[in-house]
């Protein structure tokens, strides 16, 4: 009997077949887009998902500035932060965000949806922001894939 075939296989980042996707967050609503992506990153869309390890692929954002919120958001939700100040609580609403910088608002959604430890911290290394529809990755030949498609 042999005893080989039926081990199961779990990739790590040597095996793990890492490609370019462009999303294009023009018209798309900014959690909808980020659970995506973020399972992109993730590598949940692929059939050698491992949890523990860097298997998904790298996703660049275009368009970041056209990102819709639904509701009251813009103007009721909050980014906080601390300066490590007394005092030093600092609040941003999503309309000021977005007029400050576009990629933070696109950034900070798909952070919360990643994992909260190393692995999460190395997962947010393969996403590119970028605002308008350029961006700087065409030497990796990316694929633009359509989130509408997926589940």
Same mark, same amino acid.
């Given at each position: 009997?042999?005893?080989?075939?039926?081990?199961?296989?779990?990739?790590? @980042?040597?095996?793990?077949?890492?490609?370019?996707?462009?999303?294009?967050?023009?018209?798309? =609503?900014?959690?909808? !887009?980020?659970? +995506?992506?973020?399972?992109?990153?993730?590598?949940?869309?692929?059939?050698?998902?491992?949890?523990?390890?860097?298997?998904?692929?790298?996703?660049?954002?275009?368009?970041?500035?056209?990102?819709?919120?639904?509701?009251?958001?813009?103007?009721? @939700?909050?980014?906080?932060?601390?300066?490590?100040?007394?005092?030093?609580?600092?609040?941003? =609403?999503?309309?000021? !965000?977005?007029? +400050?910088?576009p990629r933070r608002l696109v950034q900070k959604a798909v952070k919360g949806m990643l994992p909260k430890n190393k692995l999460g911290?190395?997962?947010?290394?393969?996403?590119?922001?970028?605002v308008g529809g350029e961006h700087t990755q065409e030497a990796q030949k990316p694929t633009l894939i359509n989130l509408n498609d997926?589940?």
């Open positions: 009997m042999n005893t080989l075939s039926y081990k199961t296989i779990s990739a790590n @980042k040597a095996t793990a077949d890492k490609q370019f996707v462009v999303v294009d967050a023009d018209g798309q =609503t900014l959690g909808r !887009m980020a659970s +995506k992506v973020a399972k992109i990153i993730r590598g949940k869309y692929k059939a050698n998902f491992t949890p523990h390890a860097d298997t998904g692929d790298n996703v660049i954002i275009i368009n970041a500035e056209k990102i819709v919120l639904t509701g009251k958001k813009w103007d009721q @939700k909050i980014y906080r932060r601390h300066t490590g100040y007394p005092g030093g609580q600092r609040d941003l =609403t999503a309309t000021q !965000m977005i007029e +400050k910088d911290a190395a997962l947010l290394k393969n996403l590119y922001v970028y997926l589940i």
